[in-house]
Every structure is written in structure tokens, then in C-alpha cells.
């Protein structure tokens, strides 16, 4: 069975510095792994996601993600956020193999990440 | 058009009351979810429709009834509820090869009373 693992529930972080979100995941197959970004009182948006190919995959606002099968991690990564970047941020799996696209994500616990002014 | 949309955006009922949930997407997404999530928490599923069929059930209560009248409607019908399942109702489609992206909606906060 698939499971993500957010260690940091909260992450504060001063404007124009770089910030690193942490996810590690446990599968026994091979995975599809996605960053989701939620803002307050809204739905959930796609950052970026790995499905195979290079290790590093850039996304949306900036953001970018490197898979490493050794240390089972996608860890999440902005050079200089700002404070628009305020918002939950989601990693989750897919071991995706059927053909009718409703595999199952599972999500990881959510990062609450804060930019300070 | 490339998004999901929910109606209502919020909801208040009673706990005998019966109301329903509504997501239309129309990118010819073949695979549509709902999703329960509780403050402070990551998504939870609930049920999954692929073609038209249900395909998953988390071990849903019976009170969540879900419906699929075409491939870009999904209803949520709710009766008799209890102020835990007070959440914010999330739908999601997907469609293409392996691996697919879920489009999320942006959900129906919903408050039992």
C-alpha cells in the first residue's frame, strides 16, 4: 500500500527567502507524485508533478520538485517565495495502473506554509 | 473549458433535512471523485465514478448517497446527517493515459446543524 509522509505540518518563512517542503512516500511499485497547493477556502491546484523522466520537474509560481527513488523523496522547493505563497501545500501518490483513470491518490498530511512579511 | 464546478458554494442543513451536492466538469473527463475534508486535513476519499459507474466506495455511510446521471454530472445526495459530517466537499475528475491528474473543484462547505 501507498503512504506520504509531511513532516512539517508548518513552515514560516521570510519574503524573498528560499523554502523547501519535505515528502517522502512509501510504495512498493512504481509511483506518479504530485504537489498540490490549496489557498484559503478554496479547491486544490496542481503544482507539478513526476511521471517518470528527468528527476527534476518544474511547476507553476516558480515552484520545482526532485524525485530521488534512493531516499523515496519529492521534496518541494521555491528560490524566493512570496507572500501570495501563503497556503497549504499537499504532496500525494498515485500507484495509477489501470486503464480507466480513477486510480486512488493518497494524500500526505498537508505543510502549512507562511510567508512573513 | 478546463475546470470543475460546484454547487452550492456553501450549505446549512438540519439533521433531517435532505439536500444534494452538484459537480459538472466538461473536459471530457471519464473519472470523477468526491472528497470529504475536515479542517486542517488533507482530503479524504469517498467514492469514485469511472464511465458512469461507480467503481470505489470507502466505506461510506449510507446518508451519502452519490449519483452519476451523465459522464459531466456527479451529485452528492445527503439525508439525515450529523453535525461530524460537517466539511468541505471536494470533486474531482481525471482523464488520459497513466498517470492522470485530478482537476479539483472548489468545493461546498457544508455546516450540519
Known amino acids: 500500500a501507498q503512504s506520504v509522509t509531511q513532516l512539517d505540518s508548518q513552515v514560516p518563512v521570510f519574503e524573498e527567502a528560499p523554502v523547501e517542503l519535505r515528502c517522502n512516500y512509501s510504495?512498493?511499485?512504481?509511483?506518479?507524485l504530485f504537489w498540490y497547493v490549496q489557498y484559503p477556502n478554496q479547491g486544490l491546484q496542481l503544482l507539478l508533478k513526476y511521471l517518470s523522466g528527468s528527476t527534476l520537474v518544474k511547476g507553476i509560481n516558480g515552484f520545482e520538485a526532485e524525485f530521488n527513488k534512493s531516499q523515496t523523496s519529492f521534496h518541494l522547493r521555491k528560490p524566493s517565495v512570496h507572500i501570495s505563497d501563503t497556503a497549504e501545500y499537499f504532496c500525494a501518490v498515485s500507484e495509477g495502473a489501470s486503464n480507466f483513470g480513477n486510480e486512488k491518490l493518497t494524500f500526505g498530511t498537508g505543510t502549512r506554509l507562511t510567508i512573513i512579511p | 473549458d478546463t475546470e470543475v464546478t460546484q454547487t452550492p458554494k456553501h450549505l446549512v442543513m438540519g439533521m433531517t433535512n435532505k439536500k444534494s451536492l452538484k459537480c459538472e466538469q466538461h473536459m471530457g473527463h471519464r473519472a470523477m471523485y468526491w472528497y470529504k475534508q475536515k479542517a486542517k486535513k488533507p482530503p479524504e476519499l469517498m467514492f469514485v465514478?469511472?464511465?458512469?459507474?461507480?467503481?470505489i466506495n470507502e466505506s461510506v455511510p449510507s446518508r451519502f448517497s452519490p449519483e452519476c446521471p451523465n459522464s459531466s454530472l456527479l451529485n452528492l445526495h445527503l439525508h439525515a446527517l450529523q453535525p461530524e459530517d460537517s466539511a468541505l466537499y471536494l470533486c474531482?475528475?481525471?482523464?488520459?493515459?497513466?498517470?492522470?491528474?485530478?482537476?479539483f473543484g472548489p468545493g461546498t462547505r457544508l455546516t450540519v446543524l
Open positions: 474531482a475528475s481525471s482523464y488520459g493515459p497513466p498517470p492522470r491528474e485530478q482537476f
Open positions: 510504495s512498493s511499485v512504481s509511483v506518479y
Open positions: 465514478y469511472s464511465y458512469e459507474k461507480l467503481s
